[in-house]
């Protein structure tokens, strides 16, 4: 029951996602208001792979058509996902599409073992917080609210 609900919730956020594009490489979501990285020439183009912390710190200090950058919240970044498609699970208006192998952090940390954190495949598109803690270096896509 619960992966009816999931699949469902995913099916219905995915109907409502609008993306644009800016030219300053942020790609915003009009259904929730969240506007993503999407650019990163301050990483010399290459999508950051860090620790989980050190994702945090990225996010925090990302100067990217302005401030207010913070690692996403796993319902945040699973919004991005796009179920009807794999490799990558991804919205086509992101023009930096995630590396096929590789995985996502979410600030998110596991309820009883906070040495874990959730992230995401941009692969299939699952959602997972096992195998990995959070020294491990994972890829980072930045979210902030609306400006």
């Known amino acids: ?28 979501d009009s259904a929730t208001g969240l506007q993503w ?3 990163y020439s301050d990483n010399g183009g290459e999508i950051p792979k860090l620790s989980w912390v050190d994702a945090i710190n990225y996010c925090e200090s990302l100067m990217l058509d302005g401030s207010g950058w913070r690692l996403p919240n796993i319902r945040e970044l699973n919004s991005i996902v796009d179920f009807s498609h794999r490799n990558p699970a991804i919205y086509s208006e992101f023009k930096y599409n995630p590396y096929t192998t590789g995985f996502y952090w979410s600030s998110t940390t596991k309820k009883n073992n906070m040495n874990y954190a959730w992230y995401i495949s941009f692969y299939s598109g699952d ?9 491990y270096n994972m890829y980072v896509r930045c979210v902030r609210s609306g400006q």
């Open 1 to 28: 029951m619960k992966n009816i609900l999931l699949i469902l919730t995913a099916l219905s956020v995915a109907a409502m996602a609008e993306f644009s594009r800016s030219a300053a490489g942020v790609v915003t």
């Open 37 to 39: 990285q999407d650019d």
């Open 127 to 135: 959602r997972r917080f096992s195998r990995y803690d959070k020294s």
